[in-house]
Nanobody, 124 residues
Framework: QVQLVESGGGLVQAGGSLRLSCAASGRTFSSYVMGWFRQAPGKEREFVAGISWSGGGQYYAASVKGRFTISRDNAKNTVYLQMNSLKPEDTAVYYC?????????????????WGQGTQVTVSS
């Protein structure tokens, strides 16, 4: 079992930055591929970014590439999402995800573990 707890969400103006964190329980954090998804009101949950077991590989949705950076610290059992140049369309609940498959499964219902989510609101 892996428990994921996100933090770092909040309200920010367009053009601003936020850093999300996701702390994982357990001793097997490095055996999981980690990622971030988001869900805006009335929309389906969508992939944002993923990172491989060691952190050597990262990949992003086209809508955030060049603005967001995913990273992980296996010693701290934590994955991060640095979000820069935020836009109102980035407003959503952001969820941390863990799975043993790289890249992460494309369908949210195939992901092994989820966090509870953290709200990010970007005002115009």
């Amino acid at each position: 079992q892996v428990q994921l707890v996100e933090s770092g969400g909040g309200l920010v103006q367009a053009g601003g930055s936020l850093r999300l964190s996701c702390a994982a329980s357990g001793r097997t954090f490095s055996s999981y591929v980690m990622g971030w998804f988001r869900q805006a009101p009335g929309k389906e949950r969508e992939f944002v970014a993923g990172i491989s077991w060691s952190g050597g590989g990262q990949y992003y949705a086209a809508s955030v590439k060049g603005r967001f950076t995913i990273s992980r610290d296996n010693a701290k059992n934590t994955v991060y999402l640095q979000m820069n140049s935020l836009k109102p369309e980035d407003t959503a609940v952001y969820y941390c995800a863990a799975d043993r498959t790289y890249p992460l499964p494309g369908r949210p219902n195939e992901i092994d573990y989820w966090g509870q989510g953290t709200q990010v609101t970007v005002s115009s």
